[in-house]
C-alpha cells in the first residue's frame, strides 16, 4: 500500500465502513499544496477492494494536475464508494458518507462523479458543508462545455492558424451532458457537426435541431475531419486507433483520452496536435471550486477564459521544445505541485 501511495505521491488515504447503511468508502488525498483536495465521488461497483483503491489513487492524481493548471487554488482528491450489489437506503448511505468526510475536517471536498447525483450530494450536505455539486448549486456540465469551445478554438488557433471556427468540421464522439451543449455552441459558431453516440435519440436530436449529420460509432474516429472531439469515455486513443485518426488535432472533454503516455508522441508524429484533456475539461470544475467559495457567475465565466491561455501557452512551449503537448502540460503541472 505504501509503495502504491509512494508512486503515485499520495499524501494520505482514509477508509471507512459503516455495517448499518452498507457504507465502504475510500477517500485518497493526493496533494494538498494549493489547496484543500477536491474531487469527485464515485459510486460504482469494484471486482475487489485493491481496483478501487488504484482508482482512487489515479483519479485523485488527476485532479492534483487539473487543479493546479486550473488556477483554482484546490489540491487533488477523489472518493469512491463501493457499490454493494444491494442497498437498503440510499440516502443513508450517502449521510453516513457525509459524516466521514466531515471527520477530515475541510481537507477534503467532494463533488458529484460517475454514479453519484446532485440528490446524493444533498444528502452528503446535511452533515458536512465540504461537498459542492448540490441541487442548489447545478450540473457543472454546461461550464465543461464552455470550457471546451473555448480550447477547440485556442487549438484550432495553434494548429490551423485562425480560431473561426465557420465551416471546419468537427467529429463529436458521445452527445451526453458535456458533448451535447458543445454541439450547439459549435454549431452557432458554424461549424460542421458529424455526431455518433450510443443513444441513438440523441443523434437524431443533434440532427434536427443542429444539423449534424451522424456516423456509426465505429467509423467516428476515422471519419476525416479538421478537429476531433471526444466527449464519452476515456481510453479511447490508444496504439490502434491514434493509427486510424483522420484530423488535425483532437480536443474534447472526455476524461483520460489516451490509453497510455507513448500514444502522445504517436500523435505528434503524425502531426495530431492533442489538447491534454485535464486542461480543456477544467471547466466543471472551475464551476464547483468557485460556486463553493460563493463567487458570481460573471467571476466564473471570467476564469473559464484561462483554460484557452493555459492551453495556448502550453501549444506554445511543445512547439518550441518539440514534445507532445501532454507532456508539456504534466510538468506544467508538476512545477506547480512539486517546484519550489
Ligand atoms: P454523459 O454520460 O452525459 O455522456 C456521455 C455520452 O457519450 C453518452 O451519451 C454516451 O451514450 C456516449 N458514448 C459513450 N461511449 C460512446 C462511444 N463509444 N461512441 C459514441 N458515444 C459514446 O457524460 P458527460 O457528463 O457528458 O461527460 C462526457 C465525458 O467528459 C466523460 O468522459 C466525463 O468524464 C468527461 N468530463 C465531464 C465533465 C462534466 O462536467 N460532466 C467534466 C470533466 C470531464
Request: glycine content about 10%.
Amino acid at each position: 500500500m505504501f509503495a502504491m501511495m509512494e508512486t503515485t505521491r499520495l499524501e494520505s488515504l482514509h477508509f471507512a465502513q459503516d455495517p448499518q447503511t452498507g457504507l465502504k468508502a475510500i477517500i485518497a488525498i493526493h496533494n494538498s499544496r494549493l489547496g484543500p483536495a477536491l474531487g469527485g465521488c464515485r459510486y460504482i461497483s469494484y471486482p475487489d477492494e485493491q481496483s478501487a483503491i488504484e482508482d482512487a489513487l489515479r483519479l485523485a492524481k488527476g485532479m492534483s494536475y487539473k487543479a493546479a493548471l486550473a488556477g483554482v487554488a484546490q489540491g487533488g482528491g477523489k472518493a469512491v464508494i463501493m457499490r454493494p450489489a444491494h442497498v437498503d437506503n440510499r440516502g443513508a448511505l450517502f449521510e453516513a458518507f457525509g459524516r466521514f468526510i466531515e471527520t477530515l475536517n475541510g481537507h477534503y471536498i467532494t463533488a458529484m462523479d460517475s454514479g453519484t447525483s446532485s440528490a446524493d450530494m444533498d444528502c452528503i450536505a446535511q452533515h458536512t458543508q465540504h461537498v459542492t455539486s448540490t441541487t442548489a448549486e447545478g450540473d457543472p456540465s454546461p461550464h465543461t462545455a464552455m470550457g471546451v469551445f473555448a480550447g477547440i478554438r485556442a487549438t484550432a488557433m495553434a494548429r490551423l492558424g485562425s480560431d473561426n471556427l465557420e465551416g471546419l468540421r468537427v467529429a463529436i464522439q458521445g452527445l451526453g451532458n458535456v458533448g451535447y451543449a458543445l454541439a450547439e455552441q459549435l454549431h452557432a459558431a458554424g461549424a460542421e457537426l458529424l455526431v455518433s453516440d450510443l443513444d441513438e435519440g440523441r443523434v437524431q436530436l443533434a440532427m434536427e435541431q443542429l444539423g449534424a449529420h451522424p456516423v456509426a460509432r465505429e467509423a467516428l474516429l476515422e471519419t476525416p475531419c479538421d478537429i476531433l472531439v471526444p466527449c464519452g469515455l476515456g481510453g479511447v486513443l490508444n496504439s490502434q486507433s491514434v493509427l486510424q485518426l483522420r484530423c488535425a488535432a483532437v480536443a474534447g472533454a472526455a476524461n483520460n483520452q489516451l490509453a497510455s503516455s507513448d500514444v502522445a508522441d504517436t500523435l505528434q508524429a503524425r502531426g495530431i496536435l492533442y489538447a491534454p484533456d485535464y486542461v480543456i475539461n477544467a471547466g466543471g470544475l472551475i464551476y464547483v471550486a468557485l460556486r463553493h467559495r460563493g463567487e458570481s457567475l460573471v467571476a466564473i465565466t471570467s476564469h473559464l477564459t484561462q483554460i484557452s491561455r493555459r492551453l495556448t501557452e502550453i501549444y506554445a512551449h511543445a512547439q518550441a521544445d518539440k514534445r507532445p503537448p501532454s507532456r508539456v502540460a504534466d510538468d506544467l503541472a508538476e512545477r506547480l505541485l512539486y517546484g519550489p
